[in-house]
């Protein structure tokens, strides 16, 4: 769907609005995720059925893909 929104996160709210399933995700147009990515989410929801959110650490990359940085997630949250 393609329509006017109020942004980044009412986007991803409308989508969440519309979707069904038990676990949910969303990537960001200038955002990637590496190979093996979905599948560890999942089993990370499987083995602990109490988590709410997953969250994984993330790379800055260049116009070519590169990485050029990272941006650890255990700066935001306790690691596991």
């Known amino acids: 769907m393609s329509e006017p929104d109020a942004g980044q996160t009412d986007a991803i ?3 969440f609005a519309h ?3 038990d676990i949910l995700a ?3 147009s200038d955002d990637t995720w590496m190979p093996g990515t979905v599948t ?3 089993q990370a ?3 602990e059925p ?3 959110l997953i969250y994984g650490d993330a790379n800055y990359i ?3 893909d590169r990485v ?8 935001t949250t306790t690691a596991f």
């Not at 050029?68 to 700066?75: K, N, S, T």
């Open 19 to 21: 979707a069904r399933g």
């Open 40 to 42: 560890a989410a999942v």
């Open 68 to 75: 050029i940085g990272r941006f650890p997630a255990a700066q």
């Open 62 to 64: 260049d116009e070519q």
């Open 26 to 28: 969303w990537l960001n």
């Open 50 to 52: 109490g988590y709410g």
């Open 13 to 15: 709210n409308k989508g």
């Open 45 to 47: 929801f499987l083995a």
